[in-house]
């Protein structure tokens, strides 16, 4: 099948009579496209600012030297991140089409980086969703007046489980008391036990505030234990004993999958409506979160912490790696999301513009959220005794773990529970819109006569992820989605990171990619274009290549907690992160063997063109194209005119 053939519907045949060669005229299916602009910039903040920004950023920033951090995170941001984030967008609202279409017809060799990019996007929405489906657990038992992650009283609670609301009911009842082995018990008795003769209570515990020394025994907070245990059912399970299902979060994982098909159905015209809500009210959410939380004590501490410069860090190669990833993982690129979502911009829309402001917009949600959790990560510190350093152990745990420790210690729990866990949920799932609809782009693009059930397809991928999530709400679910999550959006979206900026700033030339840029209205001055190339030719791929060399050389297999994962399963890890990359040589090696086997693969088809000429991306009706038919016709040697 043709590539006309592949992009058109419907097809007229008029005999010219010389030659006997045939005239096709086709006619494009109408396109969706975005209503107005607002929508499009929305949509793209809606999908780039999601749970990282709330979890893994600031748990980064207290990992990397503190605000030390941002300045690793801001270079990457300009020399990496900007630059491929723009790329992205440029191509789609020039082509007007999804990354499998669009890579193909702009380097033919390189048919394959727009499969590994929808390959990438896939897997992540598979195990991303079942964060979303976490946050509505939580949300549906915050509801409930007693929050059971701060208790010990549960069914599954060991003896080393360790409440404080339970350890401040024991002080108020005795002054004498601490909560120990799941219950009240005379803190004089406890101090004997670990040999401090005749209840030495000076030795043995703080008595301004009757708590035992955190060293003198395993203390595991209730909210660790109830995510652990509770919410994913781990104890006891390994890979060779994966366990049964968890009900809960199955219904939740569909319920999620449900919202979002609904909010989808429609392609972009019920996106273009739904990220007026999914893109603005967590910021709502986040401003209360912040000024409830500045009014904690121990506040300042936990803000403090978030923004102080440890400068030594710096001189640590993770710090840049980890910088690199973050900016992957939260501007989303590699992923084809942005490529699709832009292909239904207007021809002229100014992207260069839309880039710059999501990409900062996204800069400071991320510190925002860090004075958000970071003042309430200083409380519970404080409430619990310990250092900063020991509350934090995970980016997950940070979400599910500390968050929920400190909650439950606030006035009216339920009430910020409820309204955090909200959050996060509209976050997720509004992460998760663009990336159902770069697949749905694709097979679109390929069968257009589809486009009339798009809802279906839409309705296919969702049933789809649906169905490949499910091992993860096992009990031993967890192992499978770090798993995932260690492999996927990791060192192998590095390469497709290379080989997208390759294919513009060498394949297809930089100074022809920018002059498509002036064709949409956007015309720079020297210093920026100057800019644009170096980093399209030189800065980005080069970071993105020592980057990837680093994250290899310094490899680990990946664990969850102190569970080491065995080797076979380490093998189907590098097998996922591998098969994100395998489109690429596929296509290469079937486009070799289709022929023609010289240059003219790196170069562009001469379907290549502005989506101003084909009538897609820009609401307007379409227009016809001609192709003459020969007898015989090389791939290569397509005309259009």
Same mark, same amino acid.
């Given at each position: 099948?043709?590539?006309?053939?592949? *992009?058109?519907?419907?097809?007229?045949?008029?005999?010219?009579?010389?030659?006997?060669?045939?005239?096709?005229?086709?006619?494009?299916?109408?396109?969706?496209?975005?209503?107005?602009?607002?929508?499009?910039?929305?949509?793209?903040?809606?999908?780039?600012?999601?749970?990282?920004?709330?979890?893994?950023?600031?748990?980064?920033?207290?990992?990397?030297?503190?605000?030390?951090?941002?300045?690793?995170?801001?270079?990457?941001?300009?020399?990496?991140?900007?630059?491929?984030? @723009?790329?992205?967008?440029?191509?789609?609202?020039?082509?007007?089409?999804?990354?499998?279409?669009?890579?193909?017809?702009?380097?033919? &060799?390189?048919?394959?980086?727009?499969?590994?990019?929808?390959?990438?996007? /896939?897997?992540?929405? $598979?195990?991303?969703?079942?964060?979303?489906?976490?946050?509505?657990?939580?949300?549906?038992?915050?509801?409930?007046?007693?929050?059971?992650?701060?208790?010990?009283?549960?069914?599954?609670?060991?003896?080393?489980?360790?409440?404080?609301?339970?350890?401040?009911?024991?002080?108020?009842?005795?002054?004498?008391?601490? @909560?120990?082995?799941?219950?009240?018990?005379?803190?004089?008795?406890?101090?004997?036990?670990?040999?401090?003769?005749?209840?030495?209570?000076?030795?043995?515990?703080?008595?301004?505030?009757?708590?035992?020394?955190?060293?003198?025994?395993?203390?595991?907070?209730?909210?660790?234990?109830? @995510?652990?245990?509770? #919410?994913?059912?781990?104890?006891?399970?390994?890979?060779?004993?994966?366990?049964?299902?968890?009900?809960?979060? /199955?219904?939740?994982?569909?319920?999620?999958?449900?919202?979002?098909?609904?909010?989808?159905?429609?392609?972009?015209?019920?996106?273009?409506?739904?990220?007026?809500?999914? &893109?603005?009210?967590?910021?709502?959410?986040?401003?209360?979160?912040?000024?409830?939380?500045?009014? %904690?004590?121990?506040?300042?501490?936990?803000?403090?912490?978030?923004?102080?410069?440890?400068?030594?860090?710096? =001189?640590?190669?993770?710090?840049?790696?980890?910088?690199?990833?973050?900016? @992957?993982?939260?501007?989303?690129?590699?992923?084809?999301?942005?490529?699709?979502?832009?292909?239904?911009?207007?021809?002229?829309?100014?992207?260069?513009?839309? &880039?710059?402001?999501?990409?900062?917009?996204?800069?400071?949600?991320?510190?925002?959220?860090?004075?958000?959790?970071?003042?309430?990560?200083?409380?519970?510190?404080?409430?619990?005794?310990?250092?900063?350093?020991? #509350?934090?152990?995970?980016?997950?745990?940070?979400?599910?773990?500390?968050?929920?420790?400190?909650?439950?210690?606030?006035?009216?729990?339920?009430?910020?529970? $409820?309204?955090?866990?909200?959050?996060?949920?509209?976050?997720?799932?509004?992460?998760?819109?663009?990336?159902?609809?770069?697949?749905?782009?694709?097979?679109?693009?390929?069968?257009?006569?589809?486009?009339?059930?798009?809802?279906?397809?839409?309705?296919?991928?969702? #049933?789809?992820?649906?169905?490949?999530?499910?091992?993860? $709400?096992?009990?031993?679910?967890?192992?499978?989605?770090?798993?995932?999550? *260690?492999?996927?959006?990791?060192?192998?979206?590095?390469?497709?990171?290379?080989?997208?900026?390759?294919?513009?700033?060498?394949?297809?030339?930089?100074?022809?990619?920018?002059?498509?840029?002036?064709?949409?209205?956007?015309?720079?001055?020297?210093?920026?274009?100057?800019?644009?190339?170096?980093?399209?030719?030189?800065?980005?791929?080069?970071?993105?290549?020592?980057?990837?060399?680093?994250?290899?050389?310094?490899?680990?297999?990946?664990?969850?907690?102190?569970?080491?994962?065995?080797?076979?399963?380490?093998?189907?890890?590098?097998?996922?992160? %591998?098969?994100?990359?395998?489109?690429?040589?596929?296509?290469?090696?079937?486009?070799?063997?289709?022929?023609?086997?010289?240059?003219?693969?790196?170069?562009? =088809?001469?379907?290549?063109?502005?989506?101003?000429? =084909?009538?897609?991306?820009?609401?307007?009706?379409?227009?016809?194209?001609?192709?003459?038919?020969?007898?015989?016709?090389?791939?290569?040697?397509?005309?259009?005119?």
């Amino acid at each position: 099948m043709t590539e006309a053939k592949k *992009w058109t519907s419907k097809t007229k045949r008029v005999s010219l009579g010389v030659g006997g060669a045939l005239v096709e005229l086709t006619q494009d299916p109408e396109r969706g496209s975005w209503a107005n602009p607002i929508e499009f910039v929305l949509s793209c903040i809606g999908y780039a600012v999601g749970i990282g920004n709330v979890w893994r950023f600031p748990y980064l920033v207290y990992r990397n030297g503190g605000g030390a951090f941002l300045i690793p995170f801001v270079l990457m941001l300009i020399t990496m991140g900007l630059p491929i984030f @723009f790329l992205e967008l440029a191509i789609g609202q020039y082509s007007g089409l999804g990354p499998n279409e669009a890579f193909t017809r702009m380097a033919p &060799a390189l048919e394959g980086l727009g499969y590994c990019t929808l390959v990438v996007i /896939l897997l992540v929405m $598979v195990y991303y969703m079942v964060i979303v489906a976490w946050t509505l657990f939580y949300t549906f038992v915050s509801f409930v007046p007693k929050l059971s992650w701060a208790y010990c009283d549960n069914d599954f609670n060991t003896n080393d489980c360790y409440s404080g609301l339970q350890g401040i009911q024991c002080q108020t009842n005795d002054p004498e008391t601490i @909560f120990y082995n799941k219950t009240c018990i005379s803190a004089r008795l406890i101090c004997k036990n670990f040999g401090f003769e005749d209840g030495n209570v000076t030795h043995c515990f703080d008595t301004n505030r009757l708590e035992l020394l955190q060293h003198l025994y395993t203390r595991t907070l209730s909210s660790e234990e109830y @995510f652990n245990d509770r #919410v994913l059912g781990l104890r006891g399970a390994t890979w060779e004993h994966f366990g049964g299902i968890r009900w809960e979060l /199955l219904g939740c994982l569909t319920l999620a999958w449900i919202v979002c098909f609904l909010c989808l159905m429609r392609g972009v015209q019920s996106i273009g409506k739904v990220v007026y809500f999914t &893109a603005l009210f967590p910021y709502v959410i986040l401003t209360a979160l912040l000024i409830r939380g500045v009014t %904690l004590d121990g506040a300042g501490d936990g803000s403090l912490w978030f923004i102080t410069l440890k400068w030594s860090k710096l =001189k640590s190669t993770s710090v840049w790696a980890d910088a690199a990833s973050q900016v @992957f993982y939260s501007l989303g690129i590699g992923c084809g999301s942005l490529i699709t979502l832009s292909s239904y911009s207007n021809f002229n829309n100014n992207c260069h513009r839309d &880039a710059i402001i999501v990409t900062f917009t996204n800069l400071a949600t991320s510190i925002f959220a860090g004075f958000v959790i970071f003042s309430i990560m200083g409380f519970l510190a404080r409430q619990v005794g310990m250092p900063i350093d020991d #509350v934090i152990k995970s980016g997950a745990g940070l979400a599910f773990i500390a968050y929920p420790e400190a909650v439950a210690r606030m006035p009216l729990p339920n009430l910020w529970a $409820v309204l955090f866990f909200v959050m996060l949920f509209i976050l997720g799932i509004g992460s998760q819109f663009a990336g159902v609809q770069a697949i749905n782009t694709a097979i679109l693009d390929l069968r257009p006569d589809l486009r009339k059930h798009e809802s279906y397809v839409v309705l296919g991928i969702c #049933v789809t992820c649906w169905l490949l999530a499910i091992p993860m $709400v096992f009990d031993g679910g967890i192992y499978l989605f770090t798993l995932m999550d *260690w492999n996927t959006a990791s060192w192998a979206i590095l390469l497709i990171g290379i080989a997208e900026v390759g294919v513009v700033g060498w394949c297809y030339g930089c100074n022809k990619f920018l002059r498509n840029i002036a064709e949409m209205q956007m015309r720079f001055s020297l210093l920026l274009r100057r800019y644009w190339w170096l980093s399209w030719v030189v800065l980005a791929p080069i970071t993105c290549l020592v980057v990837f060399v680093y994250q290899i050389c310094t490899y680990e297999m990946p664990r969850y907690g102190e569970y080491i994962f065995p080797g076979w399963v380490n093998a189907i890890g590098i097998l996922i992160g %591998l098969s994100t990359l395998a489109p690429m040589p596929f296509f290469f090696i079937r486009r070799l063997w289709k022929g023609p086997r010289d240059w003219s693969l790196f170069r562009p =088809k001469k379907t290549w063109g502005p989506a101003a000429e =084909k009538g897609t991306g820009n609401g307007n009706s379409s227009m016809a194209t001609t192709k003459i038919s020969q007898p015989y016709r090389n791939e290569s040697q397509e005309d259009y005119i």
